[in-house]
């Protein structure tokens, strides 16, 4: 499993930095290669995401934690090392590992990196905005600090990431524009929640051939955000129960949808096989994907833990199957 992760990180790499897809910022780039289809069926990142939940100790894990991080950084997505936080945390405290000075000195390097990290983020997709290559905006990398006080980068670098965290304003938003949201969803210019996804997807090109749009990003187009931008450059969260103002009449099947999600995703990793990190994983997910909710991104998680689940009992079988060639081709 290690192995093969490598080559198809590796491949899903050099596939989206010579076509200039899956970069954070470029959601209206598209590319007609055929092997875009392969990354659609193959789910790379959530591919790795289950693999560090459940082969963490394997020895193809660092290799493969090295291309993942290089990856999601060229494509703009600092997001990684929360989980990468959040996985080794974990680990740590069950290990007996975590001290006061361990926590005061990660707090530190956090405080003082993201900063950083953010901007490279944001130079990385403006590259991917614009006609600009990377190289050339990142000369002027150093330009962002000239005459800023440091704490003053602290601060806001620290305003940013707290402000990640939470979506009582996304909320509150939803409720003020609920009436609308209501109304354009009756219109059918955004996708209901069960149909978030790619079974929604496959099933809008069969049967209904309207253009399918999340709530995540329909309401960018809605909500005052005070920016201007084209629709798809970017999505948002409407929080969990969000979905409770724009369909209040389905509050009990919102509730029951999730739960069945819930479930099949923890049956799932039963079937690969639970392990303490493989539940650090599964929590994750149903944190980052369920709450906001991102129901198109659990879907998505729980078809590549199917998809993990086939190809680890086929990756179980080879030895099997080459026996059994080898005494076929002996007799």
């Not at 289809?37 to 193809?60: A, Q, V």
């Not at 530190?108 to 997709?125: C, D, E, G, H, Q």
Request: hydrophobic share 55%; charged share 15%.
């Amino acid at each position: 499993m290690g192995v093969l992760l490598i080559f198809l990180q590796i491949s899903f790499m050099i596939f989206n930095m010579s076509t200039g897809v899956n970069i954070a910022g470029s959601s209206n780039i598209k590319t007609d290669s055929i092997f875009s289809l392969i990354w659609i069926i193959i789910p790379i990142d959530t591919l790795f995401f289950i693999y560090y939940g459940m082969y963490r100790e394997n020895k193809y894990f660092y290799p493969n934690l090295c291309v993942w991080l290089v990856s999601n950084i060229l494509r703009g997505w600092a997001s990684v090392f929360l989980f990468l936080i959040f996985f080794e945390w974990c680990r740590a405290i069950r290990n007996n590992k975590i001290t006061v000075a361990k926590t005061i000195m990660v707090g530190a390097i956090a405080v003082i990196f993201y900063p950083i990290l953010t901007n490279i983020k944001w130079l990385i997709r403006a590259a991917a905005g614009s006609d600009v290559s990377f190289f050339a905006i990142s000369a002027r990398f150093f330009d962002i600090f000239e005459g800023v006080d440091f704490f003053s980068v602290m601060g806001d670098g620290i305003f940013h990431l707290m402000s990640r965290f939470q979506v009582t304003s996304l909320v509150v938003e939803v409720m003020r524009i609920s009436n609308t949201l209501q109304i354009e969803l009756i219109k059918g210019n955004f996708t209901p929640f069960w149909m978030e996804g790619l079974h929604g997807i496959i099933l809008n090109k069969l049967f209904d051939g309207g253009k399918y749009m999340p709530i995540g990003v329909a309401f960018t187009q809605y909500g005052d955000f005070g920016i201007d931008f084209d629709v798809g450059d970017w999505n948002t969260n409407i929080g969990y129960v969000g979905w409770f103002f724009i369909t209040p009449y389905l509050i009990p099947i919102y509730i029951l949808y999730t739960l069945l999600l819930g479930f099949i995703s923890f049956y799932l990793v039963k079937k690969i096989g639970i392990t303490e990190s493989s539940r650090d994983m599964l929590w994750l997910a149903w944190l980052v994907y369920l709450m906001p909710p991102w129901l198109a991104a659990f879907t998505g998680f729980i078809y590549t833990l199917f998809l993990f689940l086939l190809i680890k009992i086929f990756l179980g079988r080879l030895p099997r199957i080459g026996f059994l060639l080898k005494q076929s081709h002996n007799t």
